[in-house]
Nanobody
Framework: QVQLVESGGTSVQAGDSLQLSCVFSGFAATVTWAWYRQTPGHERERVAFLTRADTMSYADSVKGRFAISRDAYADTVYLQMNNLKPEDTGVYYC???????????????WGQGTRVTVFP
């Protein structure tokens, strides 16, 4: 069974840094990882994206402040968030595209989300 478990969400002050983690399991192979966020009054947004070839991309709203990385040995993906702003407040989701150990096609799997609140 594929699982993605995020952690690290908490309340911080503007300007602070925070690192989110996502431990994933149950995959036979994974090809991409991403962090999405759902902020109040906005559509769900992909903020960071990483391929197995370590190609990265970021939403303009977080470029230069956020960084996605992975530890292949620990099956963990991280989102380092620096210089946080109140508009970064929301629920952050880890997403991975892969093939499950149980067999089947390549598809996206989502974690349950972790909440980040940034106070002014």
């Amino acid at each position: 069974q594929v699982q993605l478990v995020e952690s690290g969400g908490t309340s911080v002050q503007a300007g602070d840094s925070l690192q989110l983690s996502c431990v994933f399991s149950g995959f036979a192979a994974t090809v991409t990882w991403a962090w999405y966020r759902q902020t109040p009054g906005h559509e769900r947004e992909r903020v960071a994206f990483l391929t197995r070839a370590d190609t990265m991309s970021y939403a303009d709203s977080v470029k230069g402040r956020f960084a996605i990385s992975r530890d292949a040995y620990a099956d963990t993906v991280y989102l380092q968030m620096n210089n946080l702003k109140p508009e970064d407040t929301g629920v952050y989701y880890c997403v991975s595209k892969g093939r499950p150990l149980s067999g089947g096609i390549l598809k996206e799997y989502w974690g349950q989300g972790t909440r980040v609140t940034v106070f002014p």
